[in-house]
Antibody, heavy 121, light 108 residues
Framework: EVQLVQSGTEVKKPGESLKISCKGS????????IGWVRQMPGKGLEWMGI????????RYSPSFQGQVTISVDKSISTAFLQWSSLKASDTAMYYC??????????????WGQGTLVTVSS | SSELTQDPAVSVTLGQTVRITCQGH??????ASWYQQKPGQAPVLVMY???KRPSGIPDRFSGSNSGNTASLTITGAQAEDEADYYC???????????FGGGTKVTVI
């Protein structure tokens, strides 16, 4: 069974750094892209970026380029999303998801349970 | 333009049919995928590609495409279908991924 298990809830202060994780299991981790999605309170889904676990090829949405860093550690089948200096506006639920690719379709079939990040002074 | 547009909300009478649409230039090139999200839960894939349903998704869900519009239809809506629905697709101009703004479906 494919599973993506994310790290737990975080409460941080503005200016602090943070790295959240997404551990894949039940499949060949290095053969897939892992994407990150933000959902601010009461709002819709926003695509942040994606990383290919096999070679760390990373693509950022223009809205998030320079704001976050996406990385992967193949040895522990885990993808990461990190911030160097959090802002209150980073308060959101963050989801990882595995991107599937077929001849005529790309989609996110397997999702993590989400990591809630709260940034408040 | 790099956008996917959805109606913010629709309502449907229990047992009736509702169609949710997603419009965008990229949909002339790429198929949309559709996700259902209930409060406090992670999104769930309900439709992808050319009218493909993942295992476990009821056959009352169907998809279609025409020009720059993708549609998700629920035929015989049930109370448990009340949720937010999001479309996504590749952006035709940049290869980034786009999400629509979401449609809240209320079953009355």
């Amino acid at each position: 069974e494919v599973q993506l298990v994310q790290s737990g809830t975080e409460v941080k202060k503005p200016g602090e750094s943070l790295k959240i994780s997404c551990k894949g299991s039940g499949y060949s981790f290095t053969n897939y892209w892992i994407g990150w999605v933000r959902q601010m309170p009461g709002k819709g889904l926003e695509w942040m970026g994606i990383i290919y676990a096999g070679d760390s090829d990373t693509r950022y949405s223009p809205s998030f380029q320079g704001q976050v860093t996406i990385s992967v550690d193949k040895s522990i089948s885990t993808a990461f999303l990190q911030w160097s200096s959090l802002k209150a506006s980073d308060t959101a639920m963050y989801y990882c998801a595995r991107r599937e690719s077929e001849t005529d379709a790309e989609y996110l079939q397997h999702w993590g349970q989400g990591t809630l990040v709260t940034v408040s002074s | 333009s790099s956008e996917l547009t959805q109606d913010p909300a629709v309502s449907v009478t229990l047992g009736q049919t509702v169609r949710i649409t997603c419009q965008g230039h990229s949909l002339r090139i790429y198929y949309a995928s559709w996700y259902q999200q209930k409060p406090g839960q992670a999104p769930v894939l309900v439709m992808y590609g050319k009218n493909k349903r993942p295992s476990g998704i009821p056959d009352r869900f169907s998809g279609s495409n025409s020009g720059n519009t993708a549609s998700l239809t629920i035929t015989g809506a049930q109370a448990e279908d009340e949720a937010d629905y999001y479309c996504d697709s590749r952006d035709s101009s940049s290869s980034h991924v786009l999400f629509g703004g979401g449609t809240k479906v209320t079953v009355i």
